[in-house]
């Protein structure tokens, strides 16, 4: 079959039409694995006219390295869809989650994409078996497992830990996945025998990093099974004690979601307790940050007084000075050092109090909003 065929190029609205017209129920489910895959490409289309088939939509990425799947489908359809993984022995049995809270309605296409990785992690080594992960751990065991003494590691990046993690967990400061794997190994150099338990959101991450450890000689790797999301619902339905504490960072709106009442955290601008996270509201900026709500409002919801200078603009000056500024779209971009940006903010207090404004290249004083003339009045912005 032509592969310029196995794709849908219908226009969004179109699609939403058929969907809403389907009517059948749908459910959502995700699941993964790593496992050496050959022939990648002639697998995508293969799977592409296999899964259209059955009503899936969704998006997919497949890897040398394994799979990585969230899709929909007719609810009537999940046996088939079962045999049909099963009949492939790279994805028999693959374990998925169904999506308890879903309308069924999150995917309008089905998209398989062919990717280095299924999960991006900046690790330049690829020589090592990723199908060769540490143990699979269940929540009790989990637990018991802490009690003996076990080294829990938080396999998440620092922003994450930063309103919630395992008692005691060991926390690593790198802001990416590769830093932080690497200095997990330098945190275990010479003591490759240590029993360590890793953990991260969904459990994902850990497959990676396992098989990394055990790829660098460490024998006892364990790992938190579903993650922190599976650990919560089973603590509860079991009434095991929640050794997580706090909140549980997750990548939608919500930004997190409370596990138990711990606060763990600590504002970044005052270093009050805190555990409330939240994005630096001026749009240019949008940093993640650990922010009490007193400092929320002294803040306007900003990061810096430089930031809340611009975000208390009248809106229309604000549209003038972010012309040919990017603003950021990802949320998950955090304040790294909130010691310097205590630092920061201190200094840009005194030049505040010094100048009245962190930007004088605004001039107010040749501002007119009333005429409109707001882009006129600003100087041209020099890239
Ligand atoms: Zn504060
Ligand atoms: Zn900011």
């Not at 990717?115 to 637990?143: P, Q, R």
């Not at 360590?196 to 790797?221: M, N, P, W």
Request: charged share 30%; net charge negative.
């Amino acid at each position: 079959m032509d592969p310029h065929r196995l794709r849908n190029l219908l226009h969004p609205d179109l699609l939403h039409a058929r969907l809403e017209q389907e009517g059948r129920p749908r459910t959502t489910l995700s699941f993964y694995r790593y496992v050496r895959l050959e022939e990648v490409e002639d697998l995508r289309h293969a799977l592409y006219a296999e899964w259209e088939a059955l009503g899936v939509l969704g998006r997919v990425y497949l890897a040398a390295e394994g799979i990585n799947a969230q899709v929909s489908l007719p609810t009537e359809n999940l046996d088939r869809f079962r045999s049909a993984l099963d009949a492939r022995p790279e994805f028999r049995a693959v374990p998925w989650k169904i999506a308890v809270e879903d309308d069924g309605r999150s995917f309008l296409k089905l998209i398989i994409k062919v990717k280095k990785k299924i999960v991006a992690d900046g690790l330049a080594d690829d020589a090592f078996d990723v199908t060769n992960v540490g143990e699979h751990l269940d929540a009790a065991t989990f637990n018991q497992k802490m009690k003996e003494g076990a080294l829990v590691i938080d396999m998440r990046n620092n922003y994450e830990c930063a309103i919630g993690h395992f008692e005691g967990a060991y926390l690593p400061k790198a802001d990416t996945f590769r830093g932080a794997i690497e200095e997990v190994r330098e945190m275990l150099h010479g003591r490759q025998e240590q029993e360590v338990l890793l953990y991260c959101t969904g459990g994902i991450r850990c497959e990676k990093a396992s098989a990394y450890l055990k790829h660098h000689g460490h024998t006892h790797v364990g790992q938190l099974h579903g993650g922190i999301i599976d650990y919560a619902r089973q603590v509860k339905a079991q009434g095991l004690k929640s050794k997580y504490l706090g909140q549980n960072f997750v990548f939608d709106e919500r930004l997190a979601e409370r596990i138990t009442d711990d606060v763990v955290g600590t504002c970044m601008q005052c270093g009050a307790a805190c555990d409330r996270i939240s994005n630096c509201h001026e749009a240019t900026c949008n940093m993640l940050l650990v922010q009490c709500p007193a400092c929320a409002e002294k803040y306007a919801d900003c990061c810096s007084p430089s930031c809340r200078e611009i975000h208390q603009l009248p809106m229309e000056a604000q549209r003038a000075w972010r012309k040919g500024r990017s603003t950021r779209s990802t949320k998950t971009k955090a304040i790294n050092d909130p010691e310097g940006l205590r630092r920061r903010i201190r200094e840009e207090e005194e030049l505040l109090a010094l100048n009245g404004t962190l930007h004088p290249e605004l001039k107010p004083d040749e501002w007119s909003i009333a005429n409109g003339e707001w882009e006129n009045a600003l100087p041209p912005i020099h890239h």
